[in-house]
């Protein structure tokens, strides 16, 4: 049985930094894409970002609502992904779920399995 837990979350000061993780449990073939959604009170889940990985390339893919602040990694021998966040401003409050799929991409019916999020609150 397939899950993710995201660990991380938390309050911050808008500017500051939070890295989130996301590990894997059962087995999430490291070809899977791994993905980022977030998701703010009354407002649909939204991308922002996305890693495919295979033996010879990484392709990352963001939002342009976090490009150039957020950086997305993936870990294979620990099974863990990882969001990292700078300059955090206040609209980036939101819960952040970790998702993983054969297909991927910023469409997230394209994911099969989905952690439980993470609260993120940056306050200004």
């Known amino acids: 049985q397939v899950q993710l837990a995201e660990s991380g979350g938390g309050l911050v000061q808008a500017g500051g930094s939070l890295r989130l993780a996301c590990e894997f449990s059962?087995?999430?073939?490291?070809?899977?894409?791994v993905g980022w959604f977030r998701q703010s009170s009354g407002k649909d889940r939204e991308f922002a970002a996305y890693l495919a990985w295979t033996p010879w390339s990484t392709e990352t893919f963001y939002a342009s609502s976090v490009k150039g602040r957020f950086t997305i990694s993936r870990d294979n021998a620990k099974g863990t992904a990882y969001l990292e966040m700078s300059n955090l401003k206040p609209e980036d409050t939101a819960v952040y779920y970790c998702a993983a799929g054969a297909r991927g991409g910023q469409d997230p019916d394209k994911y099969a399995w989905w952690g439980q999020g993470t609260q993120v609150t940056v306050s200004s």
């Open positions: 059962g087995y999430i073939s490291n070809s899977y894409t």
